[in-house]
């Protein structure tokens, strides 16, 4: 172009003053170690010559020019890439997008430097291989790592210049990316020695690449190298342990009945520092002896509500998982795992997700059931594979720190421990003083075979012997103590154990001369284990101690990597992991083991209590809201890892907004996996932080949750609240709600009339608003409380409108729940035809939704309703396909059921033998489960059992016992049940005569056990 044919005015771009742009705008844009040299005015060491690592990935999947949501997407995965680059303290150099890939270029070591950087990059790396589900745009990611001398420094001209890292193992790393398959991660022969020992690599052929004259030799890498998780690190403690004789005695005793197969449960309590855990390392070593596995898992201050937090590590040791594998690694590791010890419970395998924070996807039997239904089943599914791993090698499970037990892994514990009867299992637990009334209930500690361990302080003499090894393991000299200086120590600490170590650890810090009598004269000793953790902890340098501060407001267990990311003003991450040396190195803080990057945990929970609560409220505040931010950003991909984490730091803090939002978050994850004592406790805390509009709605959430625990009266309140704030509102379908809920709380007391009221006052609020869906729920519970009055015209009609309404709304699932309530009052009335076919179009709808446990629901309804039609091959056949179902869920109550109405099919069919067992299975089922109701059926079926084999004594004696026990708690037959059931028991009753009478008499006076027994055997 010579030049333009229209003159335009010269408008170049003003000049901006950078100086005067604010710091907190121009900070975000630099990386903090670039920052801080500019700002220190140490710019020109910015250029500089060191080893570091490259990475470099490429990825596609986005279309740049048609995608309209590509800038989006492409700010998601870079979003989670960086945080996965910051959880292992890379620096993100440079992105580059094209139509043909795009790719991102990390470095390690540059301008931050850690002790392995070729680790840091190849942990990365195995992270970024496996994108959140979310991300799944992305195609498989193709990287390449080298190691090697670089430049690191400024690079560009004198108004735009950029932080940059290059050589000549930058340029081999990027040929490596471009020779990798999808999928895979290659690493040259530089970085190779680096990272064998802790990672598995497998050689491949040389290869070629730009730029060099011979082949390459590379690496692929697939995963951590495989360590065992399951054995315990040595206890480290000096010297052996002083008292406690009587305790390890008991100890030892029941470790040998585990090893036996007479399973055991041990808690062990006792005030802070008292020596659990040094109690708890010496039982872990002689159950080592004994050829124990040993699993070891550890509550969490933060962790009253996190789901399963203790057994995460236990399950993932059980299974045998690295976490640091990808998810489709370790997805078919469990697979394989699972099949060759229990390979009927591969079906249940989805419900693993929650207790190994690992997104199994769901299949069609897991996608069926409910919250209840699936922790029942994940419950029997661990119980089951736990017996199958005990009859190889005894175990031990330690869960330590269960004064913070969260709501589902205490309920665990029960499950287990109610199934460790009769295996070669010992749980351990450990607690301080229960302060949660949740936990102080009698459940675990009422099995027969729980011995409780109750720790007091050491006797004075044994706490002079633990002064005077102490002495000499610090000394190193066998010179007497003075009796006055032995005496003075120990009166002090009271026969605390962990006072008395730390005040010696101090006395030694201080250079006080162990053999001068009068040394304690010159010094000023803590006169408590609050004054002595403080004391300790101020003898370290300022960066140290603040260090020590933060961790704390973290929790016992923290990450390195957490600490410079909740509170960037600690500095120089090298610094800090120089820091947190030290304060190991002074038995401060232990490395965590088998984590999957650098971890601590403090050696004393006390230690962490006491700088936590030394630090003021605000501090605390603010502290908790950097590190839910942290947290925040870190987790942006995948939150629900760390959720109940979030909800605590930030309700911890003055963020209102926060706080309202994570832990109404919180209580709704928790009420989905049927965590509902975590559910109340957030919603409890969340109520007062709601606008008015959101109010309704949480209140009835937190009356479902406490329905369904049984809290009924609680309930109705939550409900009653609810509906006026709805009205309050506008809110119609809240306050439709709001008045079927009240109305089926009084409905299952019993109180009809109100019960009706309430189903009144919502159908005329539905029809008002036209709310279609609570117009045909209301009609449901109108239907059912007719039926529970025996009023079954009334029933059906109501269903038949219901129906009818679900029909039009084409609410498929509803539609088969309509009809199965339908057949049910149909099968009452004795029409057994019409119930067969309502049964059968249920079952036809819930075939075509794919809903497995629904599927089996219909099955076993249809199967007993032919049972009564007595087509017993078909209905034999239907339930034997229920019963399969069932056992793959594992839900005890249906597969008890099954197993009667099988039951009841094989007795039909003279098939007495088989009918026997399968009524003793279904008995042994309910009498565990407390289900009184299906034991009266049992007992009654069993009875008839008994009369098919003209056993009439054992029948009446039988049936006297179900009278009694449908009297106690009020549940009589139906007239038509009543009806079969009496002509069915008439021969009997004629062939005994007067005896009649008195041989019900002797069933009605057998007590519940006695008469499940008595049924079970025959």
């Known amino acids: 172009m010579a030049e333009l044919k229209t003159p335009t005015t010269k408008a170049p771009w003003p000049n901006v003053d950078l100086t005067s742009l604010p710091q907190d705008m121009i900070r975000p844009w630099l990386l903090p170690a670039v920052y801080e040299r500019l700002q220190q005015g140490l710019g020109d060491f910015l250029a500089e010559l060191r080893p570091t690592v490259a990475l470099f990935l490429r990825f596609d999947g986005i279309d740049y020019d048609s995608d309209a949501q590509a800038g989006a997407k492409l700010d998601g995965y870079l979003r989670w890439l960086q945080s996965i680059v910051m959880k292992y303290e890379g620096t993100l150099i440079d992105l580059n997008i094209g139509d043909k890939g795009s790719y991102v270029y990390v470095n390690f070591g540059a301008p931050v430097a850690h002790e392995n950087n070729a680790a840091q990059a190849a942990a990365t790396a195995l992270a970024l291989v496996a994108p959140p589900e979310a991300l799944n745009f992305v195609g498989p990611v193709r990287i390449g790592i080298s190691q090697g001398r670089m430049r690191a420094g400024a690079y560009g001209g004198t108004h735009h210049r950029t932080y940059g890292v290059l050589g000549d193992e930058v340029n081999l790393a990027a040929r490596l990316m471009m020779a990798a398959q999808p999928g895979q991660i290659l690493v040259s022969q530089s970085a190779q020695p680096q990272i064998a020992a802790q990672f598995s690599l497998r050689e491949l052929p040389p290869i070629r690449v730009k730029g060099k004259s011979e082949p390459v030799r590379v690496y692929a890498l697939h ?300 010094i000023a000793l803590p006169d408590s284990i609050q004054s002595l953790v403080l004391s300790l902890i101020d003898r370290f340098s300022e960066s140290q101690k603040i260090t020590v501060k933060i961790a704390s407001v973290i929790g016992r267990i923290f990450h390195a990597a957490w600490l410079t990311g909740s509170y960037p003003q600690l500095g120089d991450p090298r610094r800090v992991n120089e820091d947190l040396a030290e304060l190991e190195r002074q038995e401060l803080i232990l490395q965590a083991p088998d984590e999957s990057d650098l971890a601590y945990t403090f050696r ?84 007062p932080l709601q606008a008015a509009q959101d109010r309704p709605e949480l209140l009835m959430r937190f009356g479902q949750v406490l329905e369904l625990m049984g809290e009924w009266h609680i309930a109705a309140e939550r409900y009653a609240q609810a509906l006026a704030e709805a009205e309050n509102s506008a809110d119609a379908m809240i306050q439709v709600q709001a008045l079927i809920a009240i109305g089926e709380i009084q409905r299952k007391q019993g109180r009809f009339d109100d019960a009706s009221g309430w189903f009144t006052r919502a159908g005329n609020t539905a029809a008002l608003h036209n709310d279609l869906p609570g117009m045909a729920k209301v009609l449901i519970c109108r239907g059912t409380l007719a039926a529970q009055q025996g009023d079954y015209g ?168 179900a009278q009694a026990l449908r009297n106690a708690i009020a549940s009589p037959l139906s007239p038509a049940e009543q009806e079969n059931l009496d002509s069915r028991f008439q021969n009997a009753q004629d062939s005994v005569g007067n005896l009649a009478d008195a041989i019900l008499a002797e069933g009605r006076n057998l007590t519940l056990p006695e008469a499940v027994a008595y049924a079970s055997t025959g």
Request: glycine share 6%; aromatic share 8%; hydrophobic share 45%.
């Open 794 to 961: 009334g029933a059906s009609i109501h269903y038949a409108s219901s129906l009818a309404v679900r029909r039009a709304l084409d609410d498929r699932p509803n539609i088969a729940n309509v009809l199965n309530n339908m057949a049910i009052v149909a099968q009452f009335e004795g029409d057994y035809a019409r119930s067969q076919q309502f049964h059968e179009e249920a079952l036809a709808i819930r075939r075509e939704l794919g809903n497995t446990w629904a599927i089996a629901m219909s099955l076993n309804n249809l199967g007993t309703t032919l049972l009564d039609r007595q087509n017993y091959s078909t209905a034999g056949a239907l339930l034997a396909e229920a019963l399969v179902i069932q056992r793959a869920v594992g839900d005890k109550w249906a597969v008890a059921n099954v197993l009667n109405n099988l039951g009841n099919v094989r007795r039909e069919l003279g098939q007495f033998a088989e009918c026997q067992l399968l009524y003793a299975e279904s008995l042994a089922l309910n009498h565990a489960l407390g289900d009184q109701r299906a034991l009266a059926y049992l007992l009654e079926d069993v009875a008839l059992l008994a009369v098919y084999r003209r056993d009439f004594h054992r029948g009446l004696r039988l049936m006297g016992a």
């Open 223 to 522: 995963g951590n190298a495989r360590k065992s998780r399951r054995q315990m690190t040595q206890s480290g403690y000096r010297f052996a342990m002083i008292g406690r004789s009587a305790e390890m005695s008991l100890a030892e005793e029941k470790l040998a009945l585990a090893a036996n197969g007479h399973g055991q449960i041990i808690g062990v309590t006792g005030d802070a520092g008292i020596g659990k855990s040094r109690l708890v390392a010496d039982v872990i070593e002689q159950a080592r002896t004994l050829n124990f596995e040993v699993y070891r898992g550890e509550c969490e201050s933060f962790g009253v509500n996190s789901n399963y937090l203790v057994w995460h590590d236990i399950w993932r040791s059980v299974f045998d998982l690295d976490p640091t594998w990808n998810p489709a690694r370790q997805i078919e590791h469990l697979k394989a795992q699972v099949s060759s010890i229990a390979p009927g419970l591969l079906p249940r395998l989805p419900l693993l997700s929650i207790g190994l924070q690992l997104d199994i996807p769901d299949n069609d039997l897991t996608a069926s059931l409910d919250a209840k239904t699936r922790k029942g089943a994940l419950e029997g599914l661990l119980v089951e594979y736990l017996a199958r791993i005990a009859e190889r090698r005894p175990m031990l499970i330690v869960l330590e720190d269960c004064h913070w037990l969260d709501p589902l892994s205490h309920d665990l514990l029960v499950a287990l421990g109610s199934a460790a009867a009769e295996l070669s299992i010992l749980f351990l637990y450990v607690f301080r003083p229960f302060e949660l009334k949740r936990l102080r209930a009698a459940r675990v500690s009422a099995l027969p075979y729980h011995t409780e361990i109750l720790l007091q302080p050491l006797t004075p003499a044994e706490a002079a012997r633990f002064v005077r090894t102490k002495v000499g393991a610090l000394i190193d000299n066998d010179r007497a103590l003075a009796t006055s200086f032995v005496e003075r120590i120990t009166m002090r600490a009271e026969g605390n154990p962990y006072f008395l170590d730390e005040l010696l650890n101090y006395l030694q810090f201080e250079q006080v001369n162990f053999h001068d009598p009068a040394a304690l004269d010159r």
């Open 604 to 687: 004393q929970a006390i230690t962490q209590s006491v700088t936590y609560e030394s630090l003021p409220y605000a501090m605390k505040a603010h502290l908790h809201e950097q590190i839910g931010a942290f947290l925040e950003t870190a987790f942006a991909a995948s939150p629900e890892q760390v959720l109940d984490l979030m909800a605590f730091h930030y309700d911890c803090s003055g963020k209102t907004a926060k706080r309202r939002d994570y832990l109404r978050r919180a209580g709704e994850a928790a009420q989905a996996v049927y965590a509902n004592l975590a559910a109340i406790d957030y919603y409890t805390r969340a109520l």
